[in-house]
T-cell receptor, first 117, second 111 residues
Framework: AQTVTQSQPEMSVQEAETVTLSCTYD???????LFWYKQPPSRQMILVIR??????QNATENRFSVNFQKAAKSFSLKISDSQLGDAAMYFC??????????????FGTGTRLQVTL | SQTIHQWPATLVQPVGSPLSLECTVE??????LYWYRQAAGRGLQLLFY??????ISSEVPQNLSASRPQDRQFILSSKKLLLSDSGFYLC??????????FGDGTRLSIL
C-alpha cells in the first residue's frame, strides 16, 4: 500500500519570502500522480498543483512549484513571494494511475503554514 | 461548469442518533464520488468511494455506510452514531482519472 509522509507539522514564513514544504511517499508503482492541496480556515480543499510521475519536468503554477525527485520519492512544494492568503494546511496526496481503483487519493497528515508580517 | 454541494455545513447529534449527510454534483455525468473524514489535527481518511449508481466500496470498517441512489448523489449514513464519529466530513468527485474536487464539508459533533 502507498503511504505519504509530511514530516513538518508546522512551518512559518514571512510575507514575501519563500518556503518549502516537504513530502515523501512510498510506492512500488512506476507511474502515478502527486498533488498538493490547500485547506484554509474555511476548511475547503483546494487543488494547488499536480505532478505526473512520468514527466521529468517539475510542475509550476504561478508562485507555486514543486521539486519532484522520483528516485528519492520526494515531492516538495515551494511557495515564492508568500502572501497572507497562503496561510493554510497543506496536504500532499498520492494517486495511482490504475483506473480500476477510481483514482483514490492517499493523503499525508498535513503541514500548517503560518505567514507573518 | 461543474459544482459540488454538500449539506448540512454543521451538525450536532446525540450519541445513538441516526445520520444522513448528502452530496450532489452538478454539470457532469457518471462522476467518481468519495467520502472522506478528517479528525481534528489529522489528515484525510478515505471512507467510501463509488464509480457508479449502487456501486459502493468501503475502505475502512466502521459505523458508517454509504449509498448512491442516483448518478450524482452520494449519501453517508449511520443508524447509531458513536462519539468517535465526530469529525469533518468531505465529499469529493472526480471525472475519472483527474484530480478530485471537494465540497465545503460538514462539521459533525457528537454529544
Amino acid at each position: 500500500a502507498q503511504t505519504v509522509t509530511q514530516s513538518q507539522p508546522e512551518m512559518s514564513v514571512q510575507e514575501a519570502e519563500t518556503v518549502t514544504l516537504s513530502c515523501t511517499y512510498d510506492t512500488s508503482e512506476s507511474d502515478y500522480y502527486l498533488f498538493w492541496y490547500k485547506q484554509p480556515p474555511s476548511r475547503q480543499m483546494i487543488l494547488v498543483i499536480r505532478q505526473e510521475a512520468y514527466k521529468q519536468q517539475n510542475a509550476t503554477e504561478n508562485r507555486f512549484s514543486v521539486n519532484f525527485q522520483k528516485a528519492a520519492k520526494s515531492f516538495s512544494l515551494k511557495i515564492s513571494d508568500s502572501q497572507l492568503g497562503d496561510a493554510a494546511m497543506y496536504f500532499c496526496a498520492y494517486r495511482t494511475t490504475y483506473t480500476g481503483t477510481a483514482s483514490k487519493l492517499t493523503f499525508g497528515t498535513g503541514t500548517r503554514l503560518q505567514v507573518t508580517l | 461548469s461543474q459544482t459540488i454541494h454538500q449539506w448540512p455545513a454543521t451538525l450536532v447529534q446525540p450519541v445513538g442518533s441516526p445520520l444522513s449527510l448528502e452530496c450532489t454534483v452538478e454539470g457532469t455525468s457518471n462522476p467518481n464520488l468519495y467520502w472522506y473524514r478528517q479528525a481534528a489535527g489529522r489528515g484525510l481518511q478515505l471512507l467510501f468511494y463509488s464509480v457508479g449508481i449502487g456501486q459502493i466500496s468501503s475502505e475502512v470498517p466502521q459505523n458508517l455506510s454509504a449509498s448512491r441512489p442516483q448518478d450524482r448523489q452520494f449519501i453517508l449514513s449511520s443508524k447509531k452514531l458513536l462519539l468517535s464519529d465526530s469529525g469533518f466530513y468531505l465529499c469529493a468527485w472526480s471525472p475519472g482519472p483527474q484530480p478530485q474536487h471537494f465540497g465545503d464539508g460538514t462539521r459533525l459533533s457528537i454529544l
